[in-house]
């Protein structure tokens, strides 16, 4: 890791919950600000993103250059939707980041959207009817999952309006964006979501390159299950939906699915995982990853290029991607880091008491990574134990947040 010469970037990361809401302060004359993520899941919330979004706009001076939105679940999004009149408050905002499937100019980010939508919407209503007389965790689990995908219409909304009328980017993997006009000395290279949707419905690493799997038969028979059966996909070659009905086979798919509607819930929520922006920050000479919920379909697409190696190996900070979980940071990840790097874990273990996973943590450690959790600071879904250890010197810790200088 280089030796710091300039100012101190200074990256806060909220204690929301069960979410992500970073706020990174660049020490440009006057600074500048960008916001990733601002979301909070209903199953793990702590009650203060109203707080966490007046905290932001003081920080800022109600002046954002940039807010990313990595994709469309509420734990990444819901902050714009629930409490969209604080952001509407901003004095400005000149950028918004959205993932390309959430492009209403693209035809195949459409039919993708609403073929995904109807599924969510079905999987919500069925789910939720089975935990009202199920107490199975899987059950729960499942309800957890599929509240997560619906319901972020409004956030949505005020996001592709820009906020404050900001320029609105629809990115994915191979876009370079020159940050100078946002914040000087700034550059961004996405490498992630993938165009193709092969790599989308690629769900897990291969075994050899696994260390979050699940134990036992909890998440493993959801492996075979993809979000969409091969009879929606157009037989000329494209690999996009392109009817938004059900037809007869596609019935009889999820007819069959119905035994263990929890499994569709999973599929779909990690095919959307997949979806997530993941950006590479560089500002002179300090290279930080955010990842989103980004799972293993959206990492293998860019993880066997040559500049993998020189991205991963120079990077100062990582946003673990989805909160620690099982299925996401392929063992390549971790072992092309450096030593030293700074992981950022926003994670909370309810409502998935399975996240964080022991293995992420335990292979960071060994590449002697300075971990900060979201969730070290008291709450009542934290037990005891998860109270922080002695800070180093750049982490500080404040009532909502911890604050991380690079």
């Known amino acids: 890791m280089s030796v710091r010469t300039h100012k101190p970037i200074r990256i806060r990361m909220y204690r929301v919950g069960f979410g992500d809401c970073f706020l990174l302060s660049f020490p440009t004359e ?3 600000h960008v916001l990733v993520d601002c979301g909070v899941h209903p199953a793990g919330d702590l009650k203060v993103m109203r707080d966490v979004i007046a905290d ?6 109600g002046r954002l250059a940039l807010v990313v939105a990595t994709h469309a679940h509420k734990d990444h999004i819901s902050g714009f939707g629930d409490f ?4 509407r408050d901003f004095e400005a905002v000149d950028e918004v980041w959205l993932p390309w499937t959430e492009d209403q100019g693209d035809p195949a980010a459409n039919a993708l959207r609403k073929k995904q939508a109807a599924l969510a919407t079905a999987l919500l209503d069925t789910i939720s009817a089975m935990a009202a007389h199920n107490d199975k965790p899987r059950v729960h689990a499942a309800l957890a999952a599929a509240q997560n995908l619906t319901g972020n219409g409004e956030a949505l909304a005020l996001l592709r309006k820009g906020i404050k009328g900001g320029r609105v980017r629809y990115l994915h993997h191979g876009a370079v964006v020159d940050g100078q006009g946002l914040v000087p000395g700034l550059s961004v290279k996405l490498l992630g979501p993938p165009k193709d949707p092969a790599f989308l419905k690629r769900m897990d690493p291969p075994k050899g390159d696994r260390l979050f799997r699940m134990e036992g038969d909890k998440l493993e028979a959801i492996e075979p299950v993809l979000p969409f059966g091969p009879e929606w996909v157009d037989q000329k070659g494209t690999s996009y ?4 009905l059900p037809t007869k086979p596609d019935k009889k798919w999820m007819k069959e699915l119905a035994a263990d509607p929890s499994a569709l819930a999973f599929a779909l929520e990690q095919a959307i995982n997949n979806t997530s922006l993941v950006t590479h920050f560089a500002f002179e000479g300090r290279h930080m990853l955010f990842a989103g919920d980004a799972q293993y379909g959206n990492w293998q697409y ?6 993998a190696a020189d991205i991963l190996g120079s990077l100062n900070v990582l946003k ?7 299925n996401a940071t392929p063992r390549r990840v971790v072992q092309m880091m450096p030593e030293n790097v700074i992981s ?4 909370q273990i309810s409502p998935w008491p399975s996240i964080p996973r022991q293995a992420i943590l335990d292979a960071l450690a060994g590449r002697k990574s300075l971990i900060v959790r979201s969730d070290w600071l008291k709450s009542p879904n934290a037990p005891e134990e998860l109270a ?12 909502l947040y911890y604050d991380v200088e690079v």
């Open 30 to 32: 006057p600074k500048r």
């Open 56 to 61: 932001i706009r003081a920080e800022t001076e």
């Open 84 to 87: 969209a009149d604080q952001f």
């Open 241 to 244: 939906p392109t009817d938004i």
């Open 302 to 307: 860019w993880l066997d290029d040559p500049e």
């Open 320 to 326: 673990v991607s989805h909160h620690g979980s099982h």
């Open 344 to 347: 950022l874990v926003s994670t």
């Open 388 to 399: 922080p250890p002695e800070l180093p010197r750049n982490v500080t810790a404040g009532g």
